[in-house]
């Protein structure tokens, strides 16, 4: 978690030593790639609508000042008011700021990656307002005292068990049970009361329309309509990213998103909101705030390959598709975005000089890239990552600090043996013969911790041609 | 592609550094095959590496170093045989990237459009058929993360298998979730490398097949390795070679 010093090896290796944990998660993951699968039964179809969700997210990105700059003429035009946040503190601040000028106490919230970005919470806790977080998930971990380890899920980490005792233990006056039903109701009734004392809702964007000046908010659990039309205040969080530019571009990027995500075809509830209550209205809040977040995305946007990593639409199903992620969980990331999308995004808000080993965990197996719904050739973007973190000369921040002189040196005699075949020749004989009796340190000793020793053939390939006649030009 | 139309009378063959070095006897199997198949095999002298290790590693200057040698040994417009989706995807998707900049990058990619995995040009080009001499026997398929996502050459690789009439091929579970090879990923994260391979091999126990085929080198050593390493009965071998074994007359 971020209080704490990020240590990514440690992390690695308490997550692995969890059993529990990997339980949890492969059961999990697995559901939701099937799911995933049952329902994107048409892979030409599937292809399709990738490549038209992927065109619109491009374009945006193409066109994000404008979109930007329509989407703040057309909100304030309904009466939403625009804020911008260059920094996170500028963002907490804008919060807060709304929040004490009407004397706002109590808060209740809906799931939104970006305030995790902010340490919104923690933020406001410090300033004596104590946000509920209403959906389900995150109500656990807050009770838990945890941050999300999933994007879409964020404690997919828990089980049942782990729920039950954590309710009992914190919610007064509730007896254990692990029945999902019954656990449901125990937190309903715990949130009822807030959404109904709750002076301001803040809730999340999944996606804003600049043409119209709607957010659009999806969720299951009407917890984000109830934080979003009963509190007098509403105040939405969004990226800069997020926006589009027409309507019409909406339905291929929600049918997407719901189905990588999670496996249906559409959510319980898919919230518009366009103003706030309207003379006559009987429901709404009086207030509708946005706040724009760039928080280092005008720097990514700059670069002409690691942009794409700004398609995101924050789907999650990359990381239910890594093999490391599904192995690790999303704790051991660090930072708020874990899993394929973290190893990208994390390093270039950040740094690289901040990650430490991250953008190496990934065997590069290309099990992101092939779900993502977007096309973010995520692969492509953590070798660029891993370049920029050898090399001085990158422009992701922190660019060289992974550098060092003996792996560099290694390199180049690698490069030097491989593109002079008498040396080749030289280090394979040399191998053959040698080989067996290397000591296992360094890289052979990380293989040998559970593997043997890779055996050198008694002759090479080369060899064994030449001997059997096989033409050589 | 062209060579769609017509079946060449010359290949090359790449033999790989991992075959080259480590199981050489796959390397001749696959020549033997597409002699067999009908081809003319070239086996250029010098090559070595495709360059991968680097290219994954943060060092694009080594990996061309590298990469720019191989394409200089393969100067015919023969089509380029590789036994490895990953070293096949390496050269065939990969080099048009890294070398995206450089002033002769249409001359790499026309290199690069020469390039096909074994089976790929076995079934797909060769239209090669296979008759089983081998003895009943029940395998299960790993599918190494490039052959299936970058090469698309999985189904390739199963139909022969499938041509094999006393070779039953058993279902494995995540059949194409990565073995946590990832070249230079097993030792520089050993521990998710080792959480990995460690799963695959569960997997492959569970299946109850005497062996595990797969088409590339890479993942093979990586499996029994830990296979051997954990004392599991887990037998592997790669598609060239237990192909080979089962349809020549010795």
Redesign the interface.
């Known amino acids: 978690m971020s209080h704490k010093p990020f240590n990514f090896?440690k992390n690695?290796?308490e997550a692995?030593d969890n059993k529990q944990l990997r339980g949890n998660l492969r059961f999990a993951m697995e559901t939701m790639i099937r799911n995933r699968k049952n329902l994107f039964n048409d892979p030409e179809r599937l292809e399709h609508l990738r490549e038209t969700s992927s065109a619109i997210r491009s374009k945006s990105l193409a066109l994000l000042p404008r979109l930007l700059e329509k989407l703040e003429q057309n909100c304030h035009q309904n009466g939403i008011k625009v804020h911008w946040a260059e920094t996170v503190d500028q963002g907490n601040r804008i919060v807060l700021d709304i929040l004490n000028s009407r004397n706002v106490k109590r808060v209740v919230k809906g799931k939104s990656m970006v305030s995790e970005e902010m340490h919104l919470n923690r933020f406001l806790e410090k300033n004596g307002i104590k946000p509920l977080e209403s959906d389900l998930g995150e109500y656990i971990i807050q009770l838990a005292g945890e941050k999300p380890s999933h994007i879409i899920v964020p404690a997919i980490h828990k089980n049942k068990k782990e729920i039950a005792e954590l309710f009992h233990k914190h919610i007064p006056d509730t007896p254990y049970t692990e029945k999902v039903e019954e656990l449901n109701a125990i937190a309903r009734k715990v949130l009822r009361k807030h959404f109904y004392e709750a002076e301001a809702g803040i809730s999340g964007v999944n996606m804003a329309v600049a043409e119209t000046g709607t957010l659009c908010l999806v969720e299951n659990e009407g917890n984000g309509r109830m934080c979003t039309t009963l509190p007098q205040i509403h105040i939405a969080l969004m990226g800069i990213e997020k926006v589009v530019e027409k309507l019409e571009e909406v339905p291929p990027l929600l049918e997407l998103l719901t189905g990588s995500a999670t496996g249906q075809r559409m959510t319980t509830y898919f919230n518009f909101i366009t103003s706030p209550r309207k003379p006559g209205e009987k429901d709404g809040p009086s207030e509708v705030h946005l706040v724009l977040l760039d928080n280092g995305r005008s720097t990514i946007m700059a670069d002409k390959q690691l942009y794409e990593t700004l398609k995101c639409i924050r789907c999650g199903t990359c990381l239910n598709h890594c093999?490391?992620y599904t192995?690790?969980g999303g704790h051991a990331y660090g930072y708020v975005y874990p899993g394929p999308i973290g190893t990208i995004l994390t390093p270039q808000m950040e740094g690289v000089d901040k990650t430490q080993?991250l953008p190496?965990?990934?065997?590069?197996?290309?099990?992101c890239?092939?779900v993502c719904p977007v096309k973010i050739p995520i692969p492509?973007l953590i070798?660029r990552i891993?370049?920029?973190?050898?090399?001085s000369s990158g422009k992701t921040k922190g660019s060289g600090s992974?550098r060092s002189l003996m792996e560099?040196a290694v390199?180049?005699g690698?490069?030097l043996?491989?593109?002079k075949?008498e040396l080749?020749r030289l280090g394979?004989k040399a191998?053959?013969l040698f080989g067996q009796y290397l000591p296992k340190t360094g890289?052979?000793g990380?293989?040998?911790?559970?593997?043997?020793?890779?055996?050198?053939?008694k002759?090479?390939?080369?060899?064994?041609?030449d001997e059997?006649g096989?033409?050589?030009? | 592609m062209s060579y769609n139309q017509n079946k060449p009378d010359t290949v090359y063959f790449f033999?790989t550094?991992l075959?080259?070095?480590?199981?050489?006897?796959v390397?001749?199997a696959a020549?033997k095959l597409l002699s067999k198949a009908g081809v003319?095999?070239?086996?250029?002298?010098?090559?070595?590496?495709c360059?991968q290790?680097?290219?994954?590693?943060?060092?694009?200057?080594?990996?061309k170093?590298?990469a720019?040698?191989q394409i200089s040994l393969f100067p015919e417009d023969h089509p380029i045989v590789v036994p490895s989706g990953s070293c096949a995807g390496m050269m065939k998707v990969h080099y048009p990237?890294l070398f995206a900049e450089e002033p002769d990058q249409s001359e790499i990619a026309a290199f690069s459009e020469r390039i096909f995995e074994l089976s790929e040009f076995l079934v797909r080009i060769m239209e090669f058929r296979l008759a089983d001499l081998g003895d009943p026997v029940s395998v299960t398929w790993h599918s190494s993360?490039?052959a299936a996502?970058?090469m698309k050459v999985i189904e390739d690789s199963k139909s022969l298998l499938r041509q094999l009439h006393n070779v039953s091929l058993v279902d494995l579970e995540n059949e194409?979730?990565?073995c946590?090879?990832?070249?230079?990923?097993?030792?520089?994260?050993?521990?998710?490398?080792?959480?990995?391979?460690?799963?695959k091999l569960e997997a492959i126990e569970k299946t109850g097949a005497s062996e595990v085929i797969s088409g590339d080198c890479g993942c093979l050593?990586?499996i029994s390795?830990?296979a051997?390493?954990?004392k599991s009965s887990v037998k592997c071998r790669h598609l060239a070679e237990f192909i080979w074994e089962r349809t020549h007359e010795s």
């Open positions: 090896r690695v290796r692995l093999p490391v192995r690790i080993s190496d965990a990934s065997s590069l197996c290309n099990a890239a092939e492509d070798r891993r370049n920029d973190s050898k090399s992974g560099s390199w180049k690698w490069a043996m491989n593109s075949p080749n394979m191998g053959s890289p052979l990380k293989w040998c911790n559970i593997r043997s020793m890779p055996v050198p053939a002759k090479t390939l080369h060899m064994m041609a059997e096989v033409d050589r030009d | 033999g550094c075959v080259e070095g480590l199981y050489p006897e390397g001749m020549i003319r095999v070239v086996f250029p002298r010098g090559q070595t590496c360059g290790p680097a290219y994954n590693s943060g060092f694009p200057e080594e990996a170093k590298v720019r040698h990237i993360c490039h996502r970058e194409q979730q990565c946590g090879f990832g070249g230079t990923f097993s030792v520089k994260q050993p521990d998710i490398s080792a959480a990995m391979v460690r799963d050593l990586n390795g830990a051997e390493y954990l």
